[in-house]
């Protein structure tokens, strides 16, 4: 088992190792061999000082930060969770780019949508530097200065706001951006996407910025979203803001389909006619009255009476009569075939730019049961294409929108608090980018979750569809001010805010469902989640800077004992979590969700992982657990070294890896 989070540079040289075989020897890069493999191809870039690209000061610190490593884990709060052991919803609070370095073993490559709020750099936002997580807190804050020699924490020094008067305005936001979205990038799976909310003071970096890390080719859109009607401003008033939109591999996500929203109140029409069929027994001209009646008691502002002309109705459905004459643009060509009349037997009446179908296209439409053409009392009138709304109800996502974002605010009020938290996002704008790009069963990320209105959304759209999306909410607990509302509230941190909006949603959806049918059969929408806090390693690390024979010697007199024996850390659901989160990889990827079934076998406690992935027997084995594992053949047998005893402890570790071996399990020392 790796200790750390996973290597990002030795992870590209595998990938790079894919596309030039011979570029890599022994985990080295050739770079003579690559720049003749990439000059035989054209496709070696500029490299003079005159070429375009993105710079900013501290853009190479950035792309350091990508590749350093993490000992750190989550810490599992099931008293601070909901269902923690069936639920699949995560939320950590910690900082965000070290808990995207430990999700990078176990959810690389399976999360399908990321949709992320960061700081709009509006020149009051303060960026966090986070802990080393090599160290215990006490030693580290010390050693850099957080910490003074009486042990007080200076707040000031992790909390830097990055004001315009600073001469790295823009280039401090540049570098907080760039490692999260590299990291996150590889959470994507191949057809994944992510969506970025973002105003005008950073837009322009930010699209630059994203072209880098995901490419341009990979470019989705750029979303305008007005926000409200009317703005104060002395020249323009702003009233919109963006989302950005980019693919981890745009062929990917096209081979999975294209995206479509349903059109806005054409489900609850489908409905309402199905209702009218039904209680009117098919006699499509009274369902046609019904329709119309209908339609004309909604209100003009009612989503359902933009389709008031779906009121026509056979056997196929309810649709529209459409026109399909050619475009008047002037052309003499357009097909001038007859259409004749079914009843008359006449010629209808055509119409003067000539039909747009073809006549074998005609034709197919007239064969069809019933006829996809739709023909006035006798041949005087011109035939119509019949346009089913069932077949129509879905359409691209358009590229400019409004929706008030007062409605997200007096939502977030209603469940955490008046003035608690300012400017969240509205969860049916976040409900409808979720349903546009995932399935019933992805995985949605929110590493910048504030109060938690993408959790909320991912909620929310199971319970209407009965989904089973899960979300990941990552949020740094970020505290907060005196005197501000939140505080009187009795919030202290923002994760306080966002853990009880989690508890309060799913409150509400559960007390709405109750003595009500569950949607899709027995299923219950999952209203639960998982918290987790980021904590440091229950594993000692090696620190290989230690240079003088004493320390060294106590060193290795401390890893006689490799797990941390004192706070929080080192209890069995803590390293049980940490073990999921380090040992996977490949094959054995694992979310945090994996089910575990704890049972006691020859009088000790066992783990089983994934019914059979992996046994974790942390407290030690004994003969009645090897024998077990050899009769139930997990694929790999997870114990901790100190477990074997201090008498010829290798000959007892070859032993139990011989028997475990006969049975094709691999015995995992930690």
Same mark, same amino acid.
Request: charged content about 20%; proline content about 11%; hydrophobic content about 35%.
């Given at each position: 088992m790796e200790g750390t989070s996973l290597d990002i540079t030795t992870a590209n040289i595998a990938q790079l190792q894919q596309v030039f075989p011979d570029v890599v020897s022994e985990g080295k890069i050739d770079f003579q061999r690559l720049r003749a493999a990439l000059e035989a191809a054209d496709a070696l870039t500029a490299t003079g000082p005159e070429h375009y690209e993105l710079r900013w000061a501290g853009k190479d610190a950035a792309r350091r930060e990508v590749q350093r490593?993490?000992?750190?884990?989550?810490?599992?709060?099931p008293a601070r969770s909901v269902d923690f052991d069936t639920t699949s919803n995560v939320f950590i609070e910690g900082e965000n780019l070290?808990?995207?370095r430990v999700l990078q073993?176990?959810?690389?490559?399976?999360?399908?949508?990321?949709?992320?709020?960061?700081?709009?750099?509006?020149?009051n936002d303060s960026f966090v530097y986070p802990d080393d997580y090599s160290e215990r807190r006490e030693d580290y804050e010390k050693r850099t200065g957080q910490r003074d020699e009486n042990g007080f924490l200076n707040k000031q020094d992790l909390w830097k706001k990055n004001t315009r008067e600073s001469g790295q305005y823009h280039s401090a936001w540049l570098?907080?951006?760039?490692?999260?979205?590299y990291l996150s990038r590889n959470l994507l799976r191949e057809d994944g996407v992510i969506f970025v909310s973002i105003d005008d003071n950073e837009v322009h970096n930010l699209r630059l910025l994203m072209n880098e890390v995901f490419g341009e080719e990979n470019f989705v859109g750029q979303i305008v979203w007005q926000r409200s009607k009317k703005g104060d401003a002395k020249l323009i008033a702003s009233v919109h803001e963006y989302i950005l939109c980019y693919t981890r591999d745009k062929l990917a996500t096209l081979a999975k389909g294209i995206w479509r929203q349903k059109k806005k109140g054409a489900e609850a029409v489908l409905a309402k006619y199905a209702e009218f069929r039904k209680l009117l027994a098919n006699e499509h001209a009274q369902v046609r009255e019904a329709m119309q009646a209908w339609f004309r008691g909604l209100s003009d502002g009612d989503a359902r009476k933009a389709h008031k002309h779906y009121n026509w109705s056979d056997d196929r459905g309810l649709y529209f009569a459409a026109d399909f004459a050619g475009p008047d643009d002037g052309r003499t060509s357009r097909?001038?075939?007859?259409?004749?009349?079914?009843?008359?037997?006449a010629s209808c009446k055509k119409p003067s730019t000539g039909w747009r179908w073809d006549a074998t296209k005609t034709d197919w439409a007239l064969a069809q049961q019933p006829a996809r053409i739709h023909f006035g009392p006798d041949e005087n009138t011109i035939p119509?294409?019949?346009?089913?709304?069932?077949?129509?109800?879905?359409?691209?996502?358009?590229?400019?929108?409004?929706?008030?974002?007062r409605s997200a605010t007096l939502e977030v009020e209603g469940l955490v608090g008046k003035g608690v938290f300012p400017f969240p996002k509205n969860t049916d704008v976040l409900a409808e980018l *979720? #349903? $546009?790009? /995932?399935?019933?069963n992805d995985l949605v990320l929110d590493f910048f979750a504030g109060s938690g209105s993408t959790a909320q959304a991912v909620m929310n759209l199971n319970e209407q569809d009965g989904g089973h999306r899960q979300f990941i909410a990552?949020?740094?607990?970020?505290? *907060? #001010? $005196?005197? /501000?509302?939140?505080y009187k509230a009795g919030y202290r941190t923002i994760t306080d805010i966002t853990h009880a909006r989690l508890l309060r949603v799913g409150e509400k959806l559960r007390t709405a469902r109750a003595g009500k049918l569950a949607l899709n059969g027995d299923h219950v929408p999952d209203t639960g989640f998982r918290t987790y806090r980021l904590d440091y390693s229950n594993f000692r690390a090696w620190r290989p800077e230690v240079a003088t024979a004493p320390d060294m010697l106590a060193q290795l007199e401390l890893f006689q004992e490799p797990l941390h024996t004192y706070g929080p850390t080192g209890t069995g659901e803590a390293m049980l979590t940490e073990l999921l989160l380090k040992m996977t990889g490949g094959p054995d990827l694992l979310p945090l969700s994996a089910p575990v079934t704890r049972r006691e076998i020859a009088g000790l406690p066992v783990h089983d992982v994934a019914n059979g992935l992996a046994w974790l027997a942390l407290a030690g084995i004994n003969p009645g657990v090897v024998a077990a594992a050899v009769a139930a053949r997990p694929r790999r047998l997870v114990v901790p070294g100190r477990c074997f005893g201090p008498e010829n402890p290798d000959e007892q570790v070859s032993n139990a890896r011989l028997q475990l071996a006969d049975a094709d399990i691999t015995l995992q020392l930690i």
């Open positions: 490593q993490t000992t750190a884990t989550l810490l599992p709060d070290e808990v995207l073993r176990g959810y690389f490559g399976k999360v399908k949508m990321i949709y992320i709020d960061p700081p709009y750099n509006t020149g570098s907080m951006m760039w490692p999260r979205l097909p001038q075939h007859d259409i004749f009349h079914p009843v008359t037997k119509n294409r019949k346009s089913y709304l069932e077949e129509i109800s879905s359409e691209p996502y358009a590229s400019v929108f409004y929706r008030d974002g *979720i #349903e $546009l790009v /995932t399935g019933p990552v949020q740094m607990p970020e505290p *907060i #001010e $005196l005197n /501000t509302e939140a």
